[in-house]
């Protein structure tokens, strides 16, 4: 508790970049047969999240082949660094990745 107010995070959340945004969000979308409304920005997470009264967010990346891991990850620091205090990244991993522990 923060100032006598509960202090909010929410755990799950993704971000992509705007060049695959509107790609990746559909595809989440139509893997789980659900309605996506929001675009999954960075920005739009922390406006919209804020209004509903959330302090923290903790944000998340899939890598689906080893290649993408680092542009992943690298992605996810600067999203970070551009929102301090309002994120933290999960890095991802692929368990086909020959250099895991990089």
């Given amino acids: 508790m923060i100032d006598d107010k509960y202090y909010?995070?929410?755990a799950?959340?993704?971000v992509?970049?705007?060049?695959v945004?509107?790609?990746a969000?559909?595809?989440i979308g139509n893997f789980y047969h659900i309605p996506m409304y929001w675009r999954g920005t960075p920005e739009t997470l922390v406006k919209a999240g804020t209004q509903e009264g959330i302090d923290h967010f903790v944000i998340h990346s899939v890598a689906?082949?080893?290649a993408q891991v680092s542009s992943a990850n690298q992605y996810l620091a600067s999203v970070v660094a551009e929102h301090p205090g309002k994120m933290?990244?999960?890095g991802t991993i692929h368990p086909l990745?020959?250099?895991?522990?990089?």
Avoid: N, Q, W, Y
């Fill in 64 to 66: 689906t082949k080893p």
């Fill in 16 to 19: 992509f970049p705007d060049k």
């Fill in 88 to 90: 933290t990244a999960l």
């Fill in 8 to 10: 909010c995070i929410d």
């Fill in 12 to 14: 799950h959340c993704h």
């Fill in 25 to 27: 969000v559909g595809a």
């Fill in 21 to 23: 945004v509107d790609k």
């Fill in 97 to 102: 990745s020959e250099d895991m522990e990089r």
